[in-house]
């Protein structure tokens, strides 16, 4: 960060500066011109978040230093980027429409499911094969079995798919048969599984962890583009709170704040946000309201029978319902739904 002072600042106002940021816990560097003085700060800018330095006597401009997440930043890339997974785009003006189970069950019920949010007007499936889940004992998944129904099923009903890959040694598998590779919420911060992803040429879904900043999201983001990989696509997906009344907290100003730091498409999941059914259409609303490049929703047509994340299901009607009126929200705020 850099400190310029008013031409006419004072000696002792600049003191007053110095020993400021010293007593913050951070070193300067003055540098006195003919005209300006200069105040490098040396050390731990986090520290200096709350801190408001604009209003110490004497201060003309604060000036901070690009911030870490250098690829994933405005700076480096004021436009929007839009990411394309096999013809469907997200970001720069195009809402994209992820829909399907939590887990892929097998081909008859994903093949009635990718059927009914296709004519709903989802455009790409979603579905796990390796399922990240809190108990050992819970249902893991059908690994590769699953990660050739699904793509059998997306390429019957013409739709791109999405899948999520826990473990870096797995990356490779699921880089074959997927057209975008989800890394969760659990995973946010799985730095090798991250690496793994960015030497892909796959785009990537990166859900946010449940207790994770924007900006940790943005450096986990940063990992993947530094291996060369652009296409990271973001997920509000909810965060840890103290009220037990949903799965999670839906924190919807993550979707404009993270595009005030950064140019990649983020999309909102109001299934796991909430875990709730009846909240799932007010807050897929909201994100969309907010900004959202996207909508991830689980639908399920027998959430009693599901092998994971059930009660959180919207069966295919009342998917059809959102996402009628997501598609007149998008009319509403100028987006574009990629036709398949
Ligand atoms: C999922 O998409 O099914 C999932 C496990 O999501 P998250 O990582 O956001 O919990
Ligand atoms: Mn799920």
Same mark, same amino acid.
Do not use: W
């Given at each position: 960060?850099?400190?310029?002072? =008013?031409?006419?600042?004072?000696?002792?106002?600049?003191? $007053?500066?110095?020993?400021?940021?010293?007593?913050?816990? &951070?070193?300067? $560097?003055?540098?006195?011109?003919?005209?300006?003085?200069?105040?490098?700060?040396?050390?731990?800018?986090?520290?200096?978040?709350?801190?408001?330095?604009?209003?110490?006597?004497?201060?003309?401009?604060?000036?901070?230093?690009?911030?870490?997440?250098?690829l994933a930043?405005?700076?480096?890339h004021?436009e929007p980027s839009i990411v394309d997974v096999a013809g469907v785009k997200f970001g720069g003006g195009y809402l994209g429409m992820i829909a399907?189970? !939590?887990?892929?069950?097998?081909?008859?019920?994903?093949?009635?499911?990718?059927?009914?949010? =296709?004519?709903?007007g989802a455009n790409v499936l979603r579905?796990?094969?390796?399922?990240?889940?809190?108990?050992?004992?819970?249902?893991?998944?059908? *690994?590769?079995?699953?990660?050739?129904?699904?793509r059998?099923?997306g390429d019957?009903?013409k739709m791109p798919i999405v899948t999520?890959?826990?473990?870096?040694?797995?990356?490779?598998?699921v880089e074959?048969y997927t057209d975008m590779i989800q890394v969760?919420?659990?995973?946010?911060? /799985?730095?090798?599984?991250?690496?793994?992803v960015g030497?892909t040429k796959k785009p990537v879904l990166l859900?946010?962890?449940?207790?994770?900043?924007?900006? @940790?999201? &943005?450096?986990?983001a940063?990992?993947i583009l530094?291996q060369g990989n652009p296409n990271v696509v973001l997920c509000?997906?909810?965060?840890?709170?103290? @009220?037990?009344?949903?799965? /999670?907290?839906?924190?919807?100003?993550?979707?404009?704040?993270?595009?005030?730091?950064s140019h990649l498409p983020i999309i909102?999941?109001?299934?796991?946000?909430?875990?709730?059914? @009846?909240?799932?259409?007010? !807050?897929?609303?909201?994100?969309?309201?907010? *900004?959202a490049d996207g909508v991830h929703?689980?639908? $399920?047509? !027998?959430?009693?029978?599901?092998?994971?994340?059930?009660?959180?299901?919207?069966?295919?009607?009342?998917?059809?319902?959102?996402?009628?009126?997501?598609?007149?929200?998008a009319? &509403?705020?100028?987006k574009t739904i990629s036709a398949l």
């Amino acid at each position: 960060m850099i400190i310029i002072l =008013k031409s006419g600042a004072t000696d002792e106002q600049v003191d $007053h500066v110095i020993r400021r940021i010293e007593e913050l816990g &951070l070193q300067t $560097h003055l540098s006195r011109g003919t005209f300006r003085t200069i105040i490098g700060v040396i050390g731990d800018e986090s520290k200096l978040q709350s801190a408001p330095l604009q209003a110490i006597p004497g201060v003309a401009e604060v000036i901070p230093v690009p911030p870490p997440y250098k690829l994933a930043s405005k700076e480096a890339h004021p436009e929007p980027s839009i990411v394309d997974v096999a013809g469907v785009k997200f970001g720069g003006g195009y809402l994209g429409m992820i829909a399907g189970p !939590c887990a892929v069950e097998g081909f008859e019920r994903l093949d009635q499911i990718a059927g009914s949010i =296709k004519a709903a007007g989802a455009n790409v499936l979603r579905g796990g094969a390796f399922k990240p889940r809190t108990s050992p004992y819970a249902y893991q998944g059908m *690994g590769e079995e699953g990660l050739k129904i699904l793509r059998e099923v997306g390429d019957k009903h013409k739709m791109p798919i999405v899948t999520e890959v826990m473990d870096p040694r797995y990356v490779e598998l699921v880089e074959r048969y997927t057209d975008m590779i989800q890394v969760g919420a659990r995973n946010m911060q /799985n730095f090798s599984l991250l690496t793994e992803v960015g030497r892909t040429k796959k785009p990537v879904l990166l859900k946010r962890g449940m207790s994770a900043t924007i900006v @940790d999201l &943005l450096m986990s983001a940063e990992y993947i583009l530094s291996q060369g990989n652009p296409n990271v696509v973001l997920c509000e997906r909810g965060v840890k709170s103290f @009220d037990t009344s949903t799965r /999670n907290l839906f924190d919807v100003a993550a979707v404009p704040a993270a595009k005030g730091l950064s140019h990649l498409p983020i999309i909102v999941d109001p299934s796991h946000a909430t875990g709730r059914p @009846d909240l799932i259409p007010a !807050c897929a609303f909201a994100g969309v309201a907010a *900004g959202a490049d996207g909508v991830h929703i689980e639908v $399920h047509n !027998c959430p009693e029978k599901a092998m994971s994340d059930g009660p959180q299901a919207l069966l295919p009607e009342q998917y059809a319902a959102v996402a009628a009126q997501i598609k007149e929200l998008a009319k &509403l705020f100028n987006k574009t739904i990629s036709a398949l």
